[in-house]
C-alpha cells in the first residue's frame, strides 16, 4: 500500500480482555517496528521484526503483550488480560531495509483505552 | 543508554516568524542519526528532516532546517516562515547507526502552535 494502515483507529476495552492490533506495513519494507506512546509522551520502542523474524521484543512491558508477523507482512500486536495502563496509543513503522537512517513511516496508530 | 531531551513541553510563534525547538541528547558512541517528526492531531509521525552525525553540514529541507553541534550534542529544528500548518506536536529522534540496528529513541515532545 501507499502508507502504513493500522487498524482499528480506535478500540476501547474493558479490563481483562484481549486485544488485538493489526498493522499493515508499506508493501516490501523489511523491517516493523511497534512503538507504545503514553499521553503527553514520546513513542517508546516495544519490538522490531525484519521479515518475519522477531529480532528484539525487549520492549515489550510484559508476558501480557505479544507481536506477530507470520508471513514478513502484516503485523498483529496482541495484549492479553488488558489493563488500565495498557492506554495508550500503539504505533507501527515500517522501513524499507534493515536499518533505519532513512527514517521510519508510520501510521496514524491505534488508540487503545482500558475501562 | 541513550537518552533525548526536550525542554519546552510547549511553544508558540507568529505565522510567518521563525520558531527553534531544541533538543539534546546524550550518547558516548560517535555514529549515529537524528531526527524531527512531526505529530498532527491525526497522530502519524511525519519525518521532518534527518541528519547524519558524521555530517557537519546542516540538513535542511525547505522552511525546516537544523543546527546539528555534535560536541554539545544538541539537535535544534528551526522553522522559518511558520504556517498554520506547522501546528503540531514536534519530536526529536536518536538512533545509533548499524546494521539491523532498531532502537529509535524519542524525546518527550514540544507542542508548537502557530497563531494567525
Known amino acids: 500500500g501507499a502508507g502504513v494502515s493500522q487498524s482499528p483507529r480506535y478500540k476501547v476495552a474493558k479490563r481483562g480482555q484481549d486485544v488485538a492490533l493489526r498493522c499493515d506495513p508499506i508493501s516490501g519494507h523489511v523491517s516493523l517496528f511497534w512503538y507504545q506512546q503514553a499521553l503527553g509522551q514520546g513513542p517508546e520502542f516495544l519490538t522490531y521484526?525484519?521479515?518475519?523474524?522477531?529480532?528484539?521484543k525487549s520492549g515489550l512491558p510484559s508476558d501480557r503483550f505479544f507481536a506477530e508477523r507470520p508471513e514478513g507482512s502484516v503485523s498483529t500486536l496482541k495484549i492479553q488480560r488488558t489493563q488500565q495502563e495498557d492506554s495508550a496509543v500503539y504505533l507501527c513503522?515500517?522501513?524499507?531495509?534493515?536499518?533505519?537512517?532513512?527514517?521510519?513511516?508510520f501510521g496514524s496508530g491505534t488508540r487503545l483505552t482500558v475501562v | 543508554a541513550q537518552t533525548v531531551t526536550q525542554s519546552q513541553p510547549e511553544m508558540s510563534v507568529q505565522e510567518a516568524e521563525t520558531v527553534t525547538l531544541s533538543c539534546t541528547y546524550d550518547t558516548s558512541e560517535n555514529n549515529y542519526y537524528l531526527f524531527w517528526y512531526k505529530q498532527p492531531p491525526s497522530r502519524q509521525m511525519i519525518l521532518v528532516i534527518r541528519q547524519e552525525a558524521y555530517k557537519q553540514q546542516n540538513a535542511t529541507e525547505n522552511r525546516f532546517s537544523v543546527n546539528f553541534q555534535k560536541a554539545a550534542k544538541s539537535f535544534s529544528l528551526k522553522i522559518s516562515d511558520s504556517q498554520l500548518g506547522d501546528t503540531a506536536m514536534y519530536f526529536c529522534a536518536f538512533m545509533l547507526r548499524g546494521y539491523n540496528n532498531n532502537d529509535m529513541r524519542f524525546g518527550a515532545g514540544t507542542r508548537l502552535t502557530v497563531k494567525p
Open positions: 521484526f525484519q521479515n518475519e523474524a522477531q529480532l528484539d
Open positions: 513503522a515500517s522501513s524499507l531495509g534493515g536499518t533505519g537512517r532513512l527514517g521510519y513511516t
